[in-house]
């Protein structure tokens, strides 16, 4: 009997390693085991780097760096400009500028006239003021690559621009400088152009990243002069803004900085040295000494000194002279 059992279970675990015997029914639902395959190796070449994982705030090594701007060049002076957010226009007004186109180069030429003169071709002068008032010219418009004709009293065809307006300077830090810093900014001639008139009624008071020139030639000379206005005086540009000046100067990398020098620098006071104007003052016309040597209640004492008519650029000059603005004060 144990001899028989004994045979009959070698014979059974033969004929099922042969696969002869069907498995029972308790086995026949066990899954058949899954042999252990390892992968092949792979035939692709191996490229550094790519399996890599990123590393945040990395710079990317495939991207070649920017090159750093020339010195001198409007680039490598916005480069210089802090960038910060826009500040409340909080407490702006004109008046924070001091006088509208004050004679701050004590030339004896108010500033607008100053500009005008030197912006515009073939000008003529109203006779009796020494050059000081512009009566008719022509303007070469660099906003629109325009020609514009000019008559004093006139339709308001040319405007005198801040290129940097008064109202972004007082929010890109104007508003913190000392009031003789922001009177020098709204005469200064870097900051200041004769243009078309509704183009810069358009512009307003909005920077690069909202309004540009439509003359796309002049877009270049355009923010390399705002950034040299900004770099002068300490002031920033939001991160919208320099990225548009950014743009527009990468297509002119060459682009020089416009020369701040010809202007008395900010923070200094009047009649510091250094600030005197050159003899004959700008275009040749005639300098004369500071107006507050001489002075006259009214249009009477004028008459009675023998200064009439009396002009911007007479010694004893006030604007309350000039009832009707044409540059002329106490006409009889």
């Known amino acids: 009997?144990?001899?028989?059992?004994?045979?009959?279970?070698?014979?059974?675990?033969?004929?099922?390693?042969?696969?002869?015997?069907?498995?029972?029914?308790?086995?026949?639902?066990?899954?058949?085991?899954?042999?252990?395959?390892?992968?092949?190796?792979?035939?692709?070449?191996?490229?550094?780097?790519?399996?890599?994982?990123?590393?945040?705030?990395?710079?990317?090594?495939s991207m070649p760096a920017a090159p750093t701007p020339p010195a001198g060049?409007?680039?490598?002076?916005?480069?210089?400009?802090?960038?910060?957010?826009?500040?409340?226009?909080?407490?702006?007004?004109?008046?924070?500028?001091?006088?509208?186109?004050?004679?701050?180069?004590?030339?004896g030429c108010d500033t607008r006239n100053d500009i005008l003169a030197k912006d515009l071709s073939e000008e003529t002068f109203?006779?009796?003021?020494?050059?000081?008032?512009?009566?008719?010219?022509?303007?070469?418009?660099?906003?629109?690559?325009?020609?514009?004709?000019?008559?004093?009293?006139?339709?308001?065809?040319?405007?005198?621009?801040?290129?940097?307006?008064?109202?972004?300077?007082?929010?890109?830090?104007?508003q913190q400088l000392p009031d003789q810093d922001r009177l020098r900014f709204a005469n200064d001639p870097l900051n200041l152009l004769a243009v078309d008139g509704p183009a810069n009624r358009q512009k307003g008071d909005a920077d690069a990243a909202t309004w540009l020139p439509p003359n796309t030639s002049f877009r270049c000379a355009y923010v390399a002069r705002q950034t040299a206005v900004k770099l002068k005086y300490r002031l920033w540009v939001t991160a919208a803004e320099r990225g548009a000046i950014e743009r527009i100067l990468r297509s002119c990398p060459g682009q020089p900085l416009p020369d701040a020098t010809t202007a008395p620098p900010a923070g200094a006071p009047a009649g510091t040295?250094?600030?005197?104007?050159?003899?004959?003052?700008?275009?040749?016309?005639?300098?004369?000494?500071?107006?507050?040597?001489?002075t006259y209640g009214s249009c009477s004492d004028v008459e009675a000194a023998g200064a009439a008519p009396i002009t911007p650029a007479d010694p004893g000059w006030d604007a309350s002279f000039d009832r009707d603005g044409d540059g002329i004060g106490c006409q009889s």
Request: charged share 20%.
């Open 1 to 61: 009997m144990h001899l028989r059992t004994t045979r009959a279970a070698v014979l059974l675990g033969a004929a099922l390693a042969a696969g002869v015997v069907g498995c029972s029914p308790a086995l026949q639902g066990a899954p058949a085991p899954v042999p252990s395959v390892a992968p092949a190796p792979s035939t692709a070449p191996s490229v550094e780097g790519l399996d890599r994982p990123a590393t945040p705030g990395a710079p990317d090594a």
């Open 73 to 107: 060049t409007a680039l490598a002076g916005l480069e210089a400009l802090a960038v910060k957010g826009r500040a409340p226009k909080t407490g702006y007004d004109r008046e924070k500028f001091g006088p509208a186109w004050a004679d701050v180069d004590r030339n």
């Open 126 to 174: 109203k006779p009796g003021t020494r050059n000081c008032v512009v009566q008719a010219g022509v303007l070469k418009d660099p906003y629109t690559a325009g020609t514009i004709s000019f008559v004093k009293g006139g339709e308001a065809l040319v405007d005198i621009d801040h290129v940097v307006a008064l109202g972004n300077a007082w929010e890109t830090g104007a």
């Open 273 to 294: 040295p250094g600030e005197t104007p050159p003899p004959g003052g700008p275009d040749g016309r005639e300098s004369v000494p500071p107006t507050g040597e001489v």
